[in-house]
């Protein structure tokens, strides 16, 4: 169910400044990449320089009062909490962000039938003030995985479908590496080159790739797809330390009654 005003995309622009807005009219933004270090997650802050409207994408519930004095510091009205997919890492933070700030509301894709206030799917635009991202269905991780394109400023949010020179893992909740292969050969390295990729997870010490970094350097999804799905049909990778906990209660907005 579509409940976000479509609006015509604003004219592409690389000014940005992650400071507090670059560029200038409606193109400013405010941009923060804040990050978790027990699950290494990174969590972006996107606000409406011109609105004071913001978002945030893949909130943790252990810093979920750091963001919200983020927000109230930086005078933002923060009108959505936002999920790239049902993580098997971490609590999601979306909950608890609703209960901090009054008015925000939770997002995820319609696909896993999770609690939230708003379910989303591919092709959804998510307007907060003069700006918007688009929603790109990128399974493959998981079923419900979403990639949010900020056509504007030439940003894109991957959440686990693409790491910086990797890629999310397959082998659980309905993973599927030949899915995942065409979620993102078709829909991010299908972006303009020059996208800047911001994922939701890093584990080496990096916080931004692009598109054309990717397509040459990526060390698993550069391979044939053949070659893909062998790499990851192989990787022996351990059990998900807080997979238990953290896909009940974010099946339920992060929230456990």
């Given amino acids: 169910m ?7 995309l604003l004219l592409a622009t690389r ?6 807005g670059g560029g200038s009219g409606s193109d400013r933004i405010i941009f923060r990449q804040l990050f978790e270090p027990k699950s290494c997650t990174y969590t972006y802050l ?11 994408i893949d909130p943790v519930i252990e810093t979920a009062e750091r963001d919200a004095n983020l927000v109230k510091q930086l005078g ?25 700030l009054p008015g925000c509301r939770s997002v995820i894709s319609g696909a896993y039938k999770a609690r939230a206030d708003v379910h989303i799917e591919d092709g959804t635009k998510i307007d907060f003030g003069r700006l918007q991202l688009e929603t790109r269905s990128t399974p493959g991780h998981t079923d419900g995985c979403l990639t ?10 991957t959440g686990d479908a693409l790491l910086i020179r990797g890629c999310g893992r397959t082998d659980f909740q309905q993973g599927s590496p030949d899915r995942l292969y065409e979620s993102v050969h078709s829909q991010i390295f299908s972006l303009p080159e ?7 997870h890093d584990y080496t010490g990096q916080s931004v790739t692009t598109v054309a970094e990717e397509k040459k350097y990526n060390s698993r999804l550069t391979k044939s797809k053949a070659e ?6 192989n990787l022996n990778l351990p059990y998900p330390k807080q997979i238990d906990t953290a896909l009940p209660a974010n099946m339920i907005c992060g929230m456990q009654d």
């Fill in 228 to 233: 893909f799905i062998n790499i990851m049909n």
């Fill in 2 to 8: 579509r409940l976000f005003r479509p609006l015509s």
């Fill in 15 to 20: 000014r940005f400044c992650s400071g507090g």
């Fill in 76 to 100: 933002l009205n923060l009108v959505y909490a936002i999920n790239t997919h049902l993580h098997a890492d971490h609590v999601t933070g979306t909950g608890r962000l609703k209960a901090l």
């Fill in 148 to 157: 949010y394109v900020l056509h504007s400023h030439a940003m894109a949010f």
């Fill in 194 to 200: 020059h996208y800047l990729l911001y994922p939701a």
């Fill in 46 to 56: 996107i606000g409406c320089q011109a609105t004071r409207n913001a978002v945030y």
